[in-house]
């Protein structure tokens, strides 16, 4: 039984930024958002072994399996190869996943994170490829694919040695199209070309491409008035062929709303829509920004306790804004809860699990110079 992208939500519920109170997640919100997701006619639930600390896993059986019928939905989960030491670690998590989510399967697993260097090596030492393939077909998984953040030429490589894969999700949105880091166009093209079905996650790159700035929203805005910032982000990758579901970390009612006006009324970019985004990205194109998605890998492993997305927040506001105090006025609010970027000791923790391979150690230097450097 193969992907059948033509039986899956284009939108799908990410459950990596889920609405929170005092740092808790908020279930009764949570199943609040996924009863009109579901109403809405969509099904697809995507977490992992590490969202929310591991709390995302144990939301979707308090707001989801307890409340639905498990046929009414699909949910998808990932191994976590930083947690995997030996053979037996990748039953261990995987069986703590199925506790955790309530249930006796999963629709689609994957290997999470999967770049060149110590993820990769990881999965290939422990067999973890033939190890999901015999979880398939033991019927605790439906489909077997990997979430990727490597290079073009790793992607063909894996594609090569492992024709079993059955999808691959990638980071795909308009401005990093010709990223030369996240490689987003080539990697389409590559699994495009291969017809393997895609699922997309950052289709607005952490929220960035949702926000855009006055001349940016402006183009936009010239030529659909009545549309959000958000929405040309996932009609972008919605109008690309062989993409299954994007995945939107939906974290309040208003942005499910608006997404799902977006696919249920879906609309194909136009030429003078494309022609637009063309000149986003041109006016984006001038500041360079740190690509930051905000996944906060880099955070739970920090021995100095640095919220390092934080931080690169205020930098990048202070490189778009010269002048503005808003970004000293955050960081000194930051700071107050976490550490200072001048406490960071160099051990490059962060940047082995960066999935867009930031230099974060040089990047909070920067951090220092902008905002502690004034007292």
């Not at 995302?56 to 399996?65: G, L, N, R």
């Not at 699909?74 to 039953?91: G, M, N, Q, V, Y």
């Not at 691959?168 to 401005?175: A, K």
């Not at 996932?234 to 939906?250: C, D, E, H, W, Y």
Request: net charge negative; proline share 5%; aromatic share 10%.
């Amino acid at each position: 039984m193969s992907v059948n992208i033509n039986e899956m939500p284009k939108i799908g519920f990410g459950l990596m930024r889920l609405p929170e109170n005092d740092g808790v997640i908020d279930i009764e919100k949570v199943s609040k958002m996924a009863d009109a997701y579901l109403e809405a006619g969509f099904n697809y639930f995507d977490t992992a072994y590490v969202y929310h600390g591991g709390n995302s896993e144990k939301a979707v059986k308090e707001a989801i399996v307890k409340r639905h019928p498990r046929e009414s939905f699909t949910l998808a989960t990932k191994l976590p190869a930083w947690f995997i030491h030996s053979e037996e670690d990748r039953d261990k998590v995987f069986n703590e996943q199925l506790e955790r989510c309530g249930v006796d399967y999963f629709d689609y697993y994957l290997l999470h994170s999967i770049e060149d260097g110590n993820n990769y090596d990881t999965y290939v030492k422990y067999d973890c490829f033939n190890w999901g393939i015999q979880k398939k077909a033991e019927g605790k998984i439906r489909h077997f694919g990997f979430s990727y953040h490597g290079t073009p030429e790793l992607l063909v490589k894996i594609l090569d040695s492992h024709p079993e894969v059955e999808f691959v999700q990638i980071q795909l949105n308009y401005i990093d199209w010709d990223n030369s880091i996240v490689h987003s166009g080539e990697l389409y093209k590559i699994l495009a070309e291969r017809n393997i079905p895609i699922i997309v996650m950052e289709p607005c790159k952490g929220g960035k491409l949702a926000n855009l700035d006055e001349e940016c929203s402006a183009i936009l805005k010239n030529i659909r008035p009545d549309k959000s910032m958000a929405s040309w982000a996932f009609r972008f990758v919605g109008s690309l062929p062989g993409v299954a579901t994007i995945l939107s970390g939906m974290s309040t009612e208003d942005q499910m709303a608006d997404n799902m006006n977006t696919f249920k009324n879906f609309e194909p970019l136009t030429d003078e829509d494309k022609k637009a985004i063309d000149k986003v990205v041109e006016a984006m194109s001038r500041v360079e920004l740190i690509g930051c998605t905000a996944c906060k890998y880099c955070v739970e492993g920090c021995p100095a306790g640095i919220s390092i997305p934080d931080v690169i927040s205020a930098i990048n506001t202070a490189r778009k804004f010269p002048g503005d105090m808003r970004p000293q006025f955050f960081y000194n609010g930051l700071v107050d809860r976490y550490s200072h970027a001048s406490d960071c000791i160099g051990c490059g923790q962060c940047e082995g699990v960066c999935p867009q391979h930031l230099p974060i150690i040089e990047i909070l230097k920067e951090g220092v110079e902008k905002f502690e450097a004034k007292g």
